[in-house]
């Protein structure tokens, strides 16, 4: 069978299933979303939100790119965040990065991926300015490892600076930023970081 045919009946058992416990279940997921939680991830398809999380859907407000970032002129990420926390009024905004995270290891790299390089010039950036810390770190997947906490703790720090946000804690709305980090091999989640303000 073609791959993609699988999706397809694997959603119509999940439709058939949901509507089974709860008649009225796709009924009243149409009238609205109140999502608590507004996800920044990475586009890694072994890290799905949700699944990690035990949340359903309606629980949570995704926006996904390679390694996570936080790009000051990112339109979609912006919109999201402004959605989010204006519109939705979430409370908590999560940035989850994980360890082993191929958007960060090749920016330790002086290979080319095309137009992705410039997506991860931000990383570059990162590791010129702890160039001395990561440095002693000889193992390489430890070294990424270590990159991908510092390139958390910085994109939280992006967020917390976004003058949207600041203007959100300003008018006394309440809204806090995690910074947390997966571990693919354990299946934990370590919190690095939470602010709220
Ligand atoms: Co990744």
């Known amino acids: 069978m073609k791959d993609y045919l699988q999706l397809l009946l694997e959603n119509k058992a999940w439709a058939y299933e949901k509507e089974y416990i709860n008649p009225d279940y796709f009924k009243e997921m149409a009238k609205v979303q109140t999502p608590r939680f507004l996800w920044i991830g990475c586009a890694d398809s072994r890290v ?3 699944e990690i999380t035990g949340t359903l859907p309606g629980d949570m407000f995704v926006h996904r790119n390679i390694a996570n970032l936080v790009v000051e002129n990112d339109l979609s990420l912006l ?3 402004t959605y989010g926390i204006k519109y939705l009024k979430i409370k908590h905004i999560i940035l989850c990065g994980h360890y082993g995270c191929g958007g960060v290891a090749s920016s330790m790299t002086d290979q080319s991926f095309g137009i992705i390089d410039g997506w991860l010039k931000g990383l570059k950036d990162l590791q010129k300015i702890h160039v001395n810390e990561l440095k002693k770190v000889t193992d390489p997947a430890e070294r990424t490892n270590r990159l991908v906490e510092l390139s ?8 917390r600076n976004i003058k ?10 309440e809204l806090y930023i995690h910074g947390w980090v997966y571990d693919m091999s354990t299946g934990l989640i370590k919190d690095l970081i939470q602010i709220e303000k």
């Open 152 to 159: 958390v703790l910085s994109q939280v720090e992006k967020l």
């Open 79 to 81: 919109s999201v965040l």
């Open 164 to 173: 949207f946000i600041q203007e959100t804690w300003e008018s006394g709305q």
């Open 48 to 50: 799905p939100p949700n």
